[in-house]
């Protein structure tokens, strides 16, 4: 394959060549694990997006949520360049960092690549608006502005380098999680979150504190998809996985239902 071939079947952003195809990754590096749990934990990140005049990559601060499959969603305005960037060509990226004490470079960091496109369908924009708002509650306050619309990232690809000695390019299915059969998950979400949130809030703290680890806090509930749940409280978010694929509202629940019991009994 010529080196022009090569380059045209390329993922973007992809390093071919640099990590030789029979190199041993570290055996605690998992790269798909790595890139699903960065892209639904970090809540800001880098915009790169290309100056509409001159071409250049310019890079802005965003807040980032994601869809129930894990495409990046942002709430951007108008009347800022990287709208009118992506409006004249809309291919982007966004880049996701862990902080951490020590060298940042010694923290995994994930950059996704892709396309964004407005969502223009209301009811697909309710309940996009609803996600996003539940991990940046306090957008409400501009959310519903006419100039801010939600783009969601149509994915093409991903880098992951989780520190160093450790790198691996992702198309976007190994980062995405297929979500054709989980229609019934999507339309009881927001009513199995609110419930949870209002009505189950010791279940919550015990899912963050004992599953997850976490230290103790105002913790909340923020998305489900197939394969897990979110939470947060304030700054701080947690993931954590179900133990087989939920796709229902009541598979949500009985799964909620049995986590909590064991983790109660794990704790006692």
């Known amino acids: 394959m010529t080196d022009e071939a090569a380059k045209a079947d390329a993922l973007p952003g992809a390093m071919p060549g640099n990590i030789p195809e029979n190199a041993r990754q570290p055996e605690d590096f998992k790269p798909v694990e790595w890139g699903r749990d960065i892209l639904r934990s970090i809540r800001t990140g880098a915009l790169g997006t290309l100056d509409r005049n001159t071409g250049h990559p310019v890079t802005t601060l965003a807040n980032v949520a994601t869809d129930t499959d894990g495409s990046p969603l942002i709430l951007i305005s108008k009347l800022a360049s990287h ?3 992506l409006a004249a060509d809309a291919r982007a990226s966004v880049l996701l960092a862990r ?3 020590g060298d940042p470079q010694a923290h995994p960091r994930l950059t996704v ?4 496109a ?3 369908d209301a009811a697909e924009r309710s309940r996009l608006k609803a996600r996003f708002l539940a991990r940046h509650p306090k957008a409400q306050i501009y959310i519903d502005f006419p100039d801010f619309g939600i783009f969601r ?3 093409a690809s991903a880098h992951l380098n989780g520190g160093f000695a450790r790198a691996a390019d992702l198309a976007g299915s190994d980062l995405l999680i297929d979500v054709a059969d989980a229609e019934g998950l999507i339309a009881s979400e927001a009513g199995a979150i609110a419930h949870m949130n209002e009505d189950h809030a010791d279940a919550v703290s015990i899912y963050a504190t004992v599953l997850a680890k976490e ?4 913790w909340r509930m923020t998305g489900a998809d197939p394969e897990g749940f979110d939470l947060m409280a304030g700054d701080r978010t947690a993931r954590i996985l179900f133990p087989h694929r939920v796709t229902s509202g009541e598979m949500l629940h009985k799964t909620l239902v049995q986590m909590v019991r064991e983790a109660r009994a794990k704790a006692a």
């Open 83 to 85: 709208t009118a960037n």
């Open 99 to 101: 902080l951490g004490k």
């Open 113 to 116: 690549l892709g396309t964004f």
């Open 118 to 120: 407005r969502v223009e």
């Open 153 to 155: 990232m149509s994915v």
């Open 215 to 218: 230290e103790p806090g105002p």
